[in-house]
T-cell receptor
Framework: DAKTTQPTSMDCAEGRAANLPCNHS???????VYWYRQIHSQGPQYIIH???NNETNEMASLIITEDRKSSTLILPHATLRDTAVYYC????????????????FGTGTRLKVLA | NAGVTQTPKFQVLKTGQSMTLQCAQD?????MYWYRQDPGMGLRLIYY???????DKGEVPNGYNVSRLNKREFSLRLESAAPSQTSVYFC???????????FGQGTRLTVV
């Protein structure tokens, strides 16, 4: 499984875009990039995922470089409620031998949105 | 539709005691997972299950057993609790095709 590297922490001003980078230089062609976040001590919450193309949903945008070795999660207008730990995960497109997918989390980026 | 429900929410055990953490999902998902999260750390996968009757070891399975009782329920058992197992335990489930995993709110376990 490809590993990911993220900065330990970041700050962002409220109302500004938050750009969270993730390095996954060992990613293979059939592996997806997933982003989750964990607010305070709650269970992680899915944000977005992508394979090659950039993706956007109501929560965020995901920009994947052409060589797929890194990606950036963009929260376009960060609010105080976006303060959380953000996890970048690389997940194979194929299942395990038992027929499921494994989600392996790293240590994430602690984003603090400042008023 | 409650999603993923974990019980209990909090538990204190003495070293050597046993207990079972319960997890149930009502989304008809095939896959279920157990993670632990130590203070200030990321989540680590303990066990996972692709379907009823199948379970696989994750990153940190030692000291734990699991049971996939049916499609809805996936339990985690500590046979002889140790202080090193003090952690927050999260259960998750994901559907066939695995577009995303849904997490419960966690069980905060302290072993003294």
């Amino acid at each position: 499984d490809a590993k990911t590297t993220q900065p330990t922490s970041m700050d962002c001003a409220e109302g500004r875009a938050a750009n969270l980078p993730c390095n996954h230089s060992t990613i293979s062609g059939n592996e997806y990039v997933y982003w989750y976040r964990q607010i305070h001590s709650q269970g992680p919450q899915y944000i977005i995922h992508g394979l090659k193309n950039n993706e956007t949903n109501e929560m965020a945008s995901l920009i994947i470089t052409e060589d797929r070795k890194s990606s950036t999660l963009i929260l376009p207008h960060a609010t105080l409620r976006d303060t959380a730990v953000y996890y970048c995960i690389v997940r194979p497109s194929g299942t395990t031998t038992s027929g499921t997918y494994k989600y392996i989390f790293g240590t994430g980026t602690r984003l603090k949105v400042l008023a | 539709n409650a999603g993923v429900t974990q019980t209990p929410k909090f538990q204190v055990l003495k070293t050597g005691q046993s207990m079972t953490l319960q997890c149930a999902q009502d989304m008809n998902h095939n896959s279920m997972y157990w993670y632990r999260q130590d203070p200030g750390m990321g989540l680590r996968l303990i066990y996972y299950s692709a379907s009823e009757g199948t379970t696989d070891k994750g990153e940190v399975p030692n000291g734990y057993n699991v049971s996939r009782l049916n499609k809805r329920e996936f339990s985690l058992r500590l046979e002889s609790a140790a202080p090193s197992q003090t952690s927050v335990y999260f259960c998750a489930s994901s559907p066939q095709g695995g577009t995303e995993a849904f997490f419960g709110q966690g069980t905060r376990l302290t072993v003294v």
